[in-house]
């Protein structure tokens, strides 16, 4: 156990943790922001998908320690009163069934119009395919990215 | 949440309580903003009376109006759906309304299935469907009060008010009191008027059920991050548990190195239990490390020695018995007619085995009073009241005294309406005196899972000369008994002989309902089978089915529709093709085409055209989601999903050999037609997914003449069914 320093959402919170302690757990269960999910445990599925410097990572398998000098967002942070283009346009498009890998949808779908305002179907694909949903939202994913593509101006 | 705030959340609920006795009111001091699950916003409101107008609503005197939601919200909607079918009669301005789960009282919140008991159970697509009369008669008691009472109030006669969305008016005097007006000073009858199904609006008048503008309530909390689900629930001195269990079902543990876990730093408690090994840890990554450094010993196990693909294999020699099959439907004598019919058609079709794979993996929070004669339970169930009862007799102590926190479900599928990780956190909980979270892993709920069975159809059928279809045989083999029945019926094919059969094989695994239970296998095999026939008796697979239906004019309408919209009779551009497919499933009519082309030995569709008929539809929206999800987990089944066991144990065991459907599959149009009905609703969580395996399958013999008849059909297997060596 150490007592470590993190920047999460704009803040700084101090938490005891062993520094290969996985991000999610610390996000999770020290700091009780429950936005990121677990599901795989070995990033194939993206639930637990957060921005650190603006890249998603999936944090359920980042030790703590490699994040420690960057900015931590996570859903909760990504905007106030879920007024990201992104949040706005998903639920224009009522995209979430269950909603446990939604967090990690917009996290995603929010970093690939950072980069890449406009992105193709195909460009869309390659960026989101590492989020998995079992509802199978994806046809509304799809829409709700190319509707915030097209209304998120800023 | 505060102290003040527990106290008057108690308040509101024994007064609640009482109400749902149908004989007295409260008023209630209710300054909590109310969320669904645990979590309640601490923002304290301004002081409100509020008044429990029935065991299904309270209104306070600002005009908010809570309505209970006796369901499971697992994704489906239902958790708006249902209020909305209440607020409907009621006419209450939805604006106004809030939701809030309602509390496990399956005699008050029940709905009746399985005979005449009341149980509080999401599963079947049952939740609008079965509370879609009980519910509107339940508001429009809730309105005819509300009129009663403003009567009194307005000293004018009842038969001359009516309502507009939240308020009851007199249009000769212009005189208007809202609903939250009323509130403050009504007394609620003893027992509720009676209001027959006559007396219920018209559905023409409908403002809410069927509309296109209402949303589901809980979509903006699944946006940033708020909504609960029970693996989000932290409470003060709570500890993590996770188990060891045998990948061979049945297996007994024998933990050969209990010092040297126990004293790993974190560890609490190793817990010896039926299933294998408990571990109670500080924290989760505690009682995960302390997971991976168990030394278990395992022996025995009623699966041991089932190797899936070699049992399919075999299935084929068993359809094929005479003996050993339980009739599921006989009419007409369908062998001899095979026997006399002039052309015969037989095949086999085959599935492997799938999981749930529910985003969130098990999970549960159990607290024991101190004196161990009280619980409390966070989770997320699909059977709430089943998974009360379950903890209630594991702790030993009564049901009423187990409170039972439901939560957002991060998918259900079927999976969670079975109580057993319940069971466990309780039988863990015992061990400590502080709240247990009870976690699965993404390994423990693929290799411990309940899957779908593996099955093989066996499909025969018997056309006399003049083309008609005369014989129906479809024979069953597989593990699982009465999941592998559902669908196997063809109720909308009207064929004079006909015999349906199930032949049980025990294989010692756990099997349960996945997402349309049986009639994934069951009309894959069905649907296919029909295209083949067309096929042999040259007629268009389309028409063939129209034949089939001739009595049934619903059933007709949908293939039509469906037809219609995919441009059936004109061919897809070049290296394209349609296959087409119908099923029903939970009342509800469906039929589509599907769109395809090969990309190498990779399926790729492009476009799904869908007509559905499911009654009156009470959220247009939501109905089209839950098809287009519901058409995309189908397909992840016929594309890549497969659960193998080699000697007893699952050969898979996480996202990276368990292949989900992922974004890079969908499909560049979904088309969805709701047919405008006014019949009663059917369910609609799981109607657009059974016939997709057909038409896939159709799809790819019109493309490449070869027949698909063992899902999934993954690059490997679509190779192989062209008959092309790597």
């Known amino acids: ?154 | 949440m505060s102290e003040n705030n527990t106290e008057k959340k108690n308040i509101s609920r024994r007064g609640f309580l009482a109400a749902s006795g149908g004989v007295t009111f409260a008023v209630a001091a209710y300054a909590v903003a109310p969320r669904f699950g645990f979590v309640e916003s601490a923002e304290t409101v301004e002081e409100v009376t509020e008044q429990a107008i029935s065991a299904w609503v309270r209104i306070d005197t600002t005009g908010r109006i809570t309505i209970y939601n006796p369901s499971a919200e697992m994704g489906q909607g239902s958790m708006t759906a249902l209020p909305l079918i209440f607020a409907e009669e009621m006419d209450a301005d939805w604006k106004d309304v809030v939701i809030e789960q309602s509390p496990i009282e399956p005699a008050v919140y029940g709905s009746v299935m399985f005979g005449n008991s009341r149980r509080m159970i999401t599963v079947g697509s049952r939740a609008v469907s079965g509370y879609f009369d009980s519910l509107r008669i339940a508001g429009a008691q809730v309105r005819r009060m509300l009129i009663t009472s403003a009567a009194g109030e307005m000293k004018v006669p009842a038969s001359e008010l009516t309502t507009e969305p939240g308020a009851v008016v007199h249009k000769k005097s212009g005189k208007r009191l809202t609903f939250g007006e009323i509130a403050g000073t009504m007394t609620v009858p003893d027992a509720p008027p009676n209001v027959v199904p006559s007396q219920l609006k018209d559905p023409k008048d409908f403002r809410l059920i069927g509309k296109e503008h209402v949303p589901r309530m809980d979509i903006p909390s699944k946006t940033d991050g708020s909504a609960q689900f029970a693996v989000d629930v932290r409470l003060p001195g709570m500890v993590y548990a996770v188990i060891s269990r045998s990948l061979v079902h049945g297996a007994k543990a024998k933990l050969t190195n209990e010092s040297a876990v126990a004293g790993m730093k974190g560890v609490l408690k190793v817990v010896p239990m039926n299933q294998g090994i408990g571990v109670i840890a500080e924290t989760i990554e505690a009682a995960l490390d302390a997971k991976g450094a168990l030394k278990i010993d395992w022996s025995g196990g009623d699966s041991k020695g089932y190797n899936s693909q070699e049992w399919l294999s075999k299935y084929a020699a068993e359809a094929a018995k005479t003996d050993g099959g339980r009739a599921l439907e006989n009419k007409g004598d369908a062998d001899s007619a095979i026997r006399h019919a002039t052309r015969k058609y037989s095949a086999d079709y085959l599935n492997d085995h799938v999981v749930h794979a529910q985003m969130e993996p098990l999970n549960a929070v159990v607290s024991v009073a101190k004196d161990g004669k009280s619980a409390e339970v966070w989770a997320g169930s699909q059977a709430p009241d089943g998974a009360r009862n379950a903890a209630a007799a594991v702790l030993g102590i009564s049901r009423e005294k187990v409170k039972f926190n439901q939560m957002y479900l991060g998918g259900g599928f079927g999976r969670r309406s079975t109580s057993d990780y319940v069971e466990e956190a309780a039988e863990l909980a015992k061990h400590v005196d502080r709240p247990l979270k009870l976690m699965w892993t993404r390994e423990d709920d693929i290799t411990y899972g309940m899957m779908r069975p593996a099955s093989l159809q066996r499909m025969e059928a018997g056309v006399d000369r003049e083309g008609k279809v005369v014989a129906w045989k479809h024979t069953i083999v597989g593990t699982g008994g009465g999941l592998l029945t559902s669908g196997s019926d063809t109720q909308f094919y009207s064929i004079p002989n006909q015999k349906i059969e199930r032949k049980d094989i025990e294989h010692g695994i756990r099997t349960k309902h996945w997402r349309a239970v049986g009639h994934g296998p069951n009309k894959f095999a069905i649907e296919a089978f029909i295209d083949e026939i067309a096929h042999g008796e040259n007629k268009n697979p389309y028409m063939l089915r129209r034949e089939l239906m001739a009595d049934f004019p619903r059933a007709i309408k949908v293939l039509d529709t469906a037809a219609e919209m995919s441009g059936w009779d004109k061919p897809s551009k070049e290296g394209r093709a349609k296959g087409i497919a119908f099923a029903e499933r939970s009342g509800s009519l469906c039929a589509g085409v599907v769109e395809l082309s090969l990309e190498d030995f990779r399926i790729r569709v492009h476009r799904i055209w869908c007509a559905l008929d499911a009654g009156i539809v009470v959220q247009p929206d939501n109905v089209r989601a839950q098809s287009e999800g519901s058409m995309l987990m189908a397909l992840s089944t016929i594309l890549h999903e497969s659960i193998t066991y080699k000697d007893g144990a699952v050969e898979q065991s996480n996202f990276d050999d368990y292949h989900l459907l992922r974004i890079d599959d969908t499909p560049e149009l979904i088309d969805i037609n709701l047919i405008p009905s006014t019949e009663h609703p059917s369910g609609v969580g799981e109607a657009a997914l059974p016939f997709m395996g057909g038409a896939v399958s159709n799809a790819l013999f019109a493309l490449t003449g070869k027949r698909f008849r063992h899902m999934p059909f993954t690059p490997e297997r679509v190779r192989a069914v062209l008959g092309e060596t790597p």
């Open chain 1, 1 to 154: 156990m150490a007592e470590l320093r993190l920047k999460v959402n704009g803040k700084t919170e101090t938490v005891e943790a062993d520094p290969s302690t996985h991000l999610l757990w610390v996000l999770r269960e020290k700091l009780g922001l429950t936005g990121p999910k677990y599901s795989c445990g070995i990033a194939r599925c993206g639930a637990c998908m957060v921005h650190v410097d603006g890249k998603t990572v999936p944090s359920c398998n980042t030790p703590v320690s490699e994040v420690m000098d960057g900015e931590i967002t996570t859903i909760e942070g990504l905007s106030r009163d879920g007024e990201h283009p992104v949040q706005k346009a998903w639920i224009e498009e009522q995209v979430p069934q269950c909603g446990y890998c939604q967090s990690g949808q917009i996290m995603r779908a929010a970093e690939l119009l950072a980069t890449n305002p406009n992105p193709s179907r195909e460009e869309i694909f390659e960026h989101m395919e590492r989020v998995v949903c079992r509802c199978a939202t994806y046809y509304r994913v799809v829409k709700a990215i190319n509707r915030a593509a097209k209304e998120g101006g800023s």
